[in-house]
C-alpha cells in the first residue's frame, strides 16, 4: 500500500470511529481498493464509506496524477455520482471527512 494511501486511510478510520461514537444507529462500512482501480486502468487508488442501510457511499479518490488531492464524491452503491469536490491532501482532517459523512448519511 502506498505510503500516501495508508496515511488517509488511517484518517479515514479515525473519522469513522468519530461518526460512529455520535450516530451508533448508522452503520457504514469503510474499504481500501489499492488494486481494484488499477487493474481497470486508472492510475488511482479510492477509500470508501457505505452506508448499506441508506444506499449512500463516499468515494475519497487518490490519483497518481494529482499526488496533493483528493476528490470526494457523494453517491449510491450503484456508482451513480450526486456531487464531486476536491480536497488538499495536507489539509483534509478528521473533522472534515466527519463533517462530509454527516451530511450526506444524516441530513
Same mark, same amino acid.
Given at each position: 500500500?502506498?505510503?500516501? +494511501?495508508?496515511? +488517509? %486511510?488511517?484518517?479515514? *478510520?479515525?473519522?469513522? /470511529?468519530?461518526? &460512529? !461514537? $455520535? ?5 457504514? @462500512?469503510?474499504?481500501?481498493? /489499492? $488494486? ?6 486508472? #492510475?488511482? =487508488? ?7 442501510? +441508506? =444506499? $449512500? $457511499?463516499?468515494?475519497?479518490? @487518490?490519483?497518481? /496524477? #494529482?499526488? /496533493?488531492?483528493?476528490?470526494? *464524491?457523494?453517491?449510491? #452503491?450503484?456508482? =451513480?455520482? &450526486? %456531487? !464531486? !469536490?476536491? &480536497?488538499? @491532501?495536507? #489539509? @483534509? %482532517?478528521?473533522?472534515?471527512l466527519v463533517e462530509i459523512m454527516e451530511t450526506n448519511f444524516i441530513s
Amino acid at each position: 500500500m502506498k505510503k500516501a +494511501l495508508q496515511h +488517509l %486511510s488511517e484518517i479515514v *478510520a479515525r473519522a469513522n /470511529d468519530v461518526f &460512529y !461514537s $455520535k450516530f451508533e444507529h448508522v452503520d457504514t @462500512l469503510m474499504g481500501i481498493m /489499492d $488494486k481494484t482501480l488499477r487493474n481497470q486502468g486508472m #492510475k488511482a =487508488d479510492a477509500i470508501t464509506i457505505d452506508c448499506i442501510a +441508506l =444506499d $449512500k $457511499k463516499i468515494v475519497i479518490l @487518490l490519483h497518481d /496524477d #494529482k499526488p /496533493d488531492v483528493v476528490n470526494i *464524491a457523494l453517491g449510491n #452503491k450503484e456508482g =451513480d455520482i &450526486y %456531487s !464531486s !469536490s476536491e &480536497y488538499e @491532501l495536507a #489539509k @483534509l %482532517s478528521e473533522t472534515a471527512l466527519v463533517e462530509i459523512m454527516e451530511t450526506n448519511f444524516i441530513s
